[in-house]
């Protein structure tokens, strides 16, 4: 049975305004649990609600309406969507929050498919249903979906289709690309699992970790973390850059044409709390003569304080064989008072030559309760290498229609890489990273993808394109680039 919650916090919703402009936003949570011919997912499931739901009720958020094991067929996720945005109107944010199994599709075609179940019934959903679903909703629409495989529901990440090992390139379909209006958050891409925790502190027993990173960004404990300007607001944008740090096992994929311009709801005072907050780290991308991370956090209760380094190898995170280990904390028990803290973790045994991805989450352990505090990928670069970079485009893009450029960029070791989209008078176009760090790939391969927008979201006119990209390696910076023609419909 749905439930729909009230916000109590009125004052508050008084007070708060997104900066967009938009007038009023809705959210539904919708999570499949029970399931005919997969596994059940009530624990992981029910606790992202929790989380999620908790943040959406502390922003000032008019109605949230929770779905929660009662959703197994498409015209059941329809009726639900249109009972909740049914007064909906031009200005409006509607925010829909979908957790379920991703399922790759049988039939080779490089789909993949949301299975909908409420333990008796099981049906598939694919994009083009979630999207005809959504586009009549008045306003913006921001669908997230937390699923394995879900970035291929846009075209992203799907397995086989990298250029640079000599696969023909080709331009993936989507269509959420040809209305603006829908903006789509992914917790993974189209190779992607996504990853739950135990928590033992929520009833609820699991989580993923994009809905907790999510809950986390919006302000469930407090501080809104995915506010990095400090302006009280969070952008589409600013969410999504949070997400790619914060998220070390699965890469967020977004589509929209300017998510600088869509505010999210922000929680107005911790909804939950934890015993470590305030992280701060310093470079992620380390290097192989001095492989060291310098971290800080604050202790606001009495805690023993667990390290996980988790490796990845052979185009997986090795899970199995993952380090864990206690800080040494300040009293006899290992445990850390309250207070600022600053820490060193060094990873032992690497070779000069070597480089690659590991790992970092940091859990508080209260009795029989182990909580994930934070998380960062890292990134080691080696000392010496003849690496070079390289970089390979679709050749042409169509705009206006379900299509997007896919760009593939191939340095097999990991660095910070900046790519951006030239005009033939050598203007700015488009900046498609900034400084961003590489993630683990099996291809080693870095997956951009351009809608042939320009940075205020409007289509760029036909004609002659180049994307180029920038890193260092070393002492030695490289620079790549490649043509895209952008033609007429």
């Known amino acids: ?50 989380m999620i739901g908790s943040a959406f009720l502390r922003s000032g958020l008019g109605t949230v309406s929770i779905e929660d ?3 197994g067929t498409p015209q059941a996720l329809r009726d639900s969507i249109l009972d909740t945005f049914a007064t909906a109107g031009e200005d409006d944010l509607s925010i829909v929050y979908l957790c379920t199994h991703g399922i790759i599709s049988s039939a080779d075609d490089n789909q993949v498919y949301l299975l909908l179940g409420d333990g008796q019934t099981e049906s598939p959903l694919s994009a083009a249903m979630l999207y005809d679903y959504l586009k009549d909703v008045p306003g913006e629409k921001l669908l997230i979906v937390d699923a394995c495989f879900s970035g291929a529901l846009i075209g992203r990440g799907i397995p086989g289709q990298c250029a640079v090992l000599g696969q023909q390139m080709t331009e993936v379909p989507s269509p959420f690309l040809a209305d603006p209006s829908i903006h789509v958050l992914t917790s993974a891409d189209g190779s992607e699992s996504s990853w739950y925790y ?4 929520l009833s609820s027993g699991a989580v993923s970790y994009f809905a907790s990173a999510l809950a986390s960004g919006l302000g469930l404990y407090g501080t809104p973390e995915a506010d990095t300007n400090s302006d009280g607001l969070i952008s589409l944008s ?35 709390s934890r015993p470590l907050s305030g992280f701060s780290y310093g470079s992620s991308l380390l290097f192989s003569d001095d492989p060291t991370l310098d971290f800080s956090f604050t202790v606001s209760k009495e805690s023993a304080v667990q390290y996980r380094v988790v490796d990845y190898d052979a185009g997986r995170w090795n899970w199995e064989n993952a380090l864990t ?78 299509h997007e450029a896919v760009i593939d960029v191939l340095l097999d070791v990991p660095a910070e890489m900046t790519v951006c989209v030239y005009n033939a008078e050598g203007e ?38 180049t994307v180029t990209a920038e890193t260092r390696v070393g002492n030695q910076r490289q620079k790549a680039a490649a043509n895209i023609t952008v033609g007429t419909m």
């Open 198 to 201: 135990d928590s033992e502190h």
């Open 238 to 272: 600013e969410i999504t850059q949070h997400l790619r740090i914060a998220v070390p096992s699965s890469t967020s994929q977004l589509l929209s044409a300017c998510p600088e311009n869509i505010d999210l709801p922000v929680t107005q005072g911790a909804a939950l």
């Open 325 to 402: 280990f206690l800080d040494e904390g300040e009293e006899e028990n290992q445990l850390l008072t309250p207070g600022r803290k600053t820490r060193s973790l060094t990873l032992s045994n690497i070779d000069p030559s070597e480089s690659g991805y590991v790992m970092l989450q940091i859990f508080s352990v209260s009795g029989d309760e182990v909580t994930l505090c934070s998380e960062r990928l890292l990134a080691v670069q080696p000392k010496d290498s003849t690496a070079q970079l390289s970089l390979v485009t679709s050749r042409t893009l169509m705009p206006g229609g379900q």
């Open 69 to 71: 094991g009662t959703i």
């Open 1 to 50: 049975m749905r439930k729909f919650f009230k916000a109590l916090f009125l004052l508050a919703a008084l007070l708060i305004l997104p900066a967009s402009g938009l007038c009023s936003t809705r959210a539904l949570l919708v999570a499949c649990r029970e399931f005919v011919t997969m596994p059940s997912l009530s624990h992981s499931v029910s606790g992202n609600l929790h």
């Open 428 to 465: 700015l176009v488009k900046r498609l990273a900034s400084s961003q760090l590489t993630r683990p790939s099996p291809e080693q391969v870095m997956h951009l993808y351009w809608d042939g927008c320009d940075e205020d979201g409007k289509p760029v006119p036909c004609g002659e394109y």
